[in-house]
């Protein structure tokens, strides 16, 4: 027996409406639906929340919460270079907190935060998997381990943040 694909109005803005019939009639989907959608859209925007909870027939609240609980999704559109600092216990232990107030006055962004002229975001993440070599940052899609503050000037200094 196979599952009966679901159908989902035209209407549905396109990333919604395919994550959801990618992964709507699967357990858990809901969680492969947000990542989805924020590979496509680069966050979660607040009007896919009731299309995505009608889709799975869930509470806007339900699912509004493992948005907000997850730091990895987005409710706002995310600077042109997303800088995420790794606050997990290893980079904790080898002076994260110090790093991140670092990275808060390099880059002229506090945490959780996107600059004012939209270039930078930066984020507190929970583990890069890089914890043998900690501190670790990503830049982008690009990981830097045992960071120091002078490293994450030099890394800074490399970006170009396009205008
Ligand atoms: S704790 Fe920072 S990379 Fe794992």
Not at 55 to 67: F, K, M, P, Q, W
């Amino acid at each position: 027996m196979t599952d009966a694909v679901p159908v989902f109005p035209s209407d549905l803005p396109a990333s919604v409406r395919s994550a959801l019939a990618k992964h709507a009639s699967k357990p858990g989907a809901l969680l492969p639906i947000l990542h989805d959608v924020q590979d496509a859209l680069g966050y979660i925007p607040a009007d896919a929340v009731p299309l995505i909870a009608k889709g799975l027939n869930l509470s806007r609240a339900e699912v509004h919460g493992v948005i907000k609980y997850y730091h990895h999704f987005r409710s706002e559109p995310a600077g042109r270079i997303v800088v995420q600092v790794c606050r997990a216990e290893s980079c904790q232990a080898c002076g994260a907190d110090a790093l991140m107030g670092h990275a808060e006055k390099a880059l002229d962004c506090k945490s959780h935060q996107t600059r004012a002229d939209g270039a930078y975001t930066l984020e507190p993440v929970y583990c890069l998997g890089m914890c043998a070599l900690s501190p670790a940052i990503m830049v982008g899609d690009q990981l830097h381990a045992r960071m120091t503050p002078e490293k994450f000037d030099s890394v800074v200094a490399s970006l170009r943040a396009p205008t």
